[in-house]
Each structure stands twice: as C-alpha cells, then as structure tokens.
Nanobody, 113 residues
C-alpha cells in the first residue's frame, strides 16, 4: 500500500508564510505535487515536481510558492510566501506515475485578510 503523510497548514495573516510537508512512498520516477480545493471549487494543481527536478506552478502562485523534494528521504515540500486570502483551501499532497495516483489526507490553510 502507498501512503502519503502530510503536515503543516494552519491559520496565517495575509502576507505571511507557511510550509507544508509530505512523506511519500519510494516509487521510482514518480511525480510529486500539491493540489488545493476551496469551498465550492474544483481541486486544482498548485505545483508539481518530477523525479528529475523539473517544476511547474499555477499562474496564481508563481513567484510566491516554491516546491522542492528531498528524494533521499522521500519528502516533498511546499513553501508558501506572501499568502493571500484567495489561497485559503484544503491542500493535498499527490504522487503519480502514469495512470497511478495517490493522495494525502489534506490539510487546511486559512489566510485572514
């Protein structure tokens, strides 16, 4: 069984920062990502990173968020800076390889304005 165990999240003032962490199962060549879902909205990709280190960001978070991974320890991180009220959502860690995909349980991020 594949498990994704994530931590972080919480309540922060606009302009503040948070870092999310996710421990994942060692699947070679897998892509790690962070998604978010706000109330009444569909789940959307925030950022992802391939096994070779190539990153991709949603336009709404470019320049503010950073995704990184520590492959030796099977960890992926999402550093969120300059947070806005629009970033309020449940954030999910994701691991995928081809048609296989796995999800973390999600963590709430709330940004007060």
């Amino acid at each position: 069984q594949v498990q994704l165990v994530q931590s972080g999240g919480g309540l922060v003032q606009a302009g503040g920062s948070l870092r999310l962490s996710c421990k994942y199962s060692p699947i070679i060549f897998s892509t790690m990502g962070w998604y978010r879902q706000a109330p009444g909205k569909e789940r959307e990709l925030v950022a992802d990173i391939t096994s070779s280190g190539t990153t991709n960001f949603a336009d709404s978070v470019k320049g503010r968020f950073t995704i990184s991974r520590d492959s030796a320890n099977n960890m992926v991180y999402l550093q969120m800076d300059s947070l806005q009220s629009e970033d309020t959502a449940v954030y999910y860690c994701n691991q995928r390889l081809g048609s296989l995909t796995y999800w973390g349980r999600g963590t709430q991020v709330t940004v007060s304005s």
